[in-house]
């Protein structure tokens, strides 16, 4: 007896996972601080502004870390780029690396 399995493979765009994933996380979110349900469309526009803050968050550490002459960003460019994107003006502290960056207003604040 010769059975022949044809295995199917699923194609799901970067872009489609980002998303699903995104919309995961907001529900999730949603619920933890009591939300009981949701419309679809706002859970997509959630999805949707988190991904913004996160790309453009990634795009400020990154740059933090190329003037910084590094290839690679560390936790002190995170939490600069979590302080220029709260407030116009930024916030003094954290990204400094003589500072605690614990005592990051932003991340107080939080």
Known sequence: MNLNFQQETLAISPSHFYKSIAKIAVAQICQSIGFKSSQISALETFSDVGG???????????????????????????????????????????????????????????
């Open 52 to 110: 913004r803050y996160m790309e453009a968050l990634a795009g400020i550490a990154v740059s933090a870390a190329n003037f910084a002459g590094r290839t690679q960003s560390n936790l002190f460019d995170v939490v600069f780029a979590m302080e220029v994107l709260n407030s116009p003006q930024g916030f003094r502290s954290a990204w400094n690396v003589n500072q605690f960056f614990m005592k990051s207003k932003t991340l107080e604040d939080g």
